[in-house]
Nanobody, 115 residues
């Protein structure tokens, strides 16, 4: 596929959990490090977490201890387990290579954390 396909978002109450999936694009299969980004209304897109092909991970400070990134290399798929969600986690979540080098963005998946 030409672009990544993200899924798993939804509406959840504060403190709730969600698991996002990203079926990577054809070009992403050759990228060493993949990651999840998010974009909240009125804000720039930001990196959330990244994972290398060997399994090394990186988390931005604002999700450390709450989010877990994982991957299935055979399926060219990455996941984001999000626990203890906060209202400030509300955003559209995307996957792409890390660092971003111009890969096609998918439609993203909306995560809304609200009571």
């Amino acid at each position: 596929q030409v672009q990544p396909v993200e899924s798993g978002g939804g509406l959840v109450q504060p403190g709730g959990n969600l698991r996002l999936s990203c079926a990577g694009s054809r070009s992403m299969s050759s990228i060493y490090t993949k990651g999840w980004y998010r974009q909240a209304p009125g804000k720039q897109r930001e990196l959330v977490a990244a994972i290398g092909s060997g399994g090394s991970t990186h988390y931005e400070e604002f999700v450390k201890g709450r989010f877990t990134i994982s991957q299935d290399n055979a399926k060219n798929t990455i996941y984001l387990q999000m626990n203890s969600l906060k209202p400030e986690d509300t955003a559209v979540y995307y996957c792409n290579g890390v660092p971003y080098r111009g890969g096609v963005w998918g439609q993203g998946t909306q995560v809304t954390v609200s009571s």
